[in-house]
């Protein structure tokens, strides 16, 4: 069955405090690792694509890169607005239906 | 404003009685679906619609129906809801197909089901 993982399930870090979250994924032959960021009471919002090994991605604090096996959310100089869940998934395709796999999402808190 | 909009967003109610929860995007997109998300099983496709008139189920079908008469709609029907059904949907809308993996997502509606 795919799965995908991510890590670790919560994250507490200082204003400032440079960390990775990390999402590994078991499909072969991927169509593409997604990273999407939901804030309490909301629904997931886009953040990036990737899809091929090496491949980076960055928007503001937030840079994205991939690997074979896993891929990596590093977040830099992080703020509190920047405390949220942030979901990976892997796009699946069967017959007609494009699916996204998610997994259980990081929960980061970034304290003032 | 691009939006997909879910009602309604929170709804208590009893076992057995019928209820649908409506969705309706602006954007002209051709793919919807439905995602329920718990805790501890993330988010898990119920259903999705890549056109007018063409539905299939995802992952979790059982006890849900939907249909897709328009383009900018689609709402998710429980016949008879049970317990297990108590959840967060999110309905979420793509351009091409959903194959390009970046959805839409609605604000969620929260059910409970007494």
């Known amino acids: 069955e795919d799965q995908v993982t991510q890590s670790p399930e919560a994250l507490r870090l200082q204003e400032g405090e440079s960390s990775s979250l990390n999402c590994s994924y078991t499909v072969s032959g991927l169509r593409g690792l997604f990273w999407y960021r939901q804030d309490p009471g909301k629904g997931p919002e886009f953040l990036f694509t990737?899809?091929?090994a090496g491949e980076e991605k960055e928007k503001e604090r937030l840079k994205a890169t991939l690997t074979k096996k896993e891929s990596f959310l590093h977040i830099t100089a992080p703020k509190p607005e920047d405390s949220a869940t942030y979901l990976c998934a892997e796009l699946y395709s069967g017959g007609s239906n494009y699916k996204l796999t998610f997994g259980k999402g990081t929960l980061l808190t970034v304290n003032p | 404003e691009a939006q997909v909009t879910q009602n309604p967003r929170y709804l208590i109610t009893v076992t057995g009685k019928k209820l649908t929860v409506t969705c309706s995007q602006n954007?002209?997109?051709?793919?919807m679906s439905w995602y329920r998300q718990d805790p501890g099983l993330g988010l898990r496709q119920i259903y999705y619609s890549m056109n007018v008139e063409v539905t299939d189920k995802g992952d979790v079908p059982e006890g849900y129906k939907v249909s897709r008469k328009e383009k900018r709609n689609f709402p998710l029907i429980l016949e008879s809801p049970s317990p297990n059904q108590t959840s967060l949907y999110f309905c979420?809308?793509?351009?091409?197909?959903?194959?390009?993996?970046?959805?839409?997502f609605g604000e969620g509606s929260r059910l409970t089901v007494l």
């Open positions: 979420a809308s793509s351009i091409a197909g959903g194959r390009t993996g970046e959805l839409f």
């Open positions: 990737l899809y091929s």
């Open positions: 954007m002209n997109h051709e793919y």
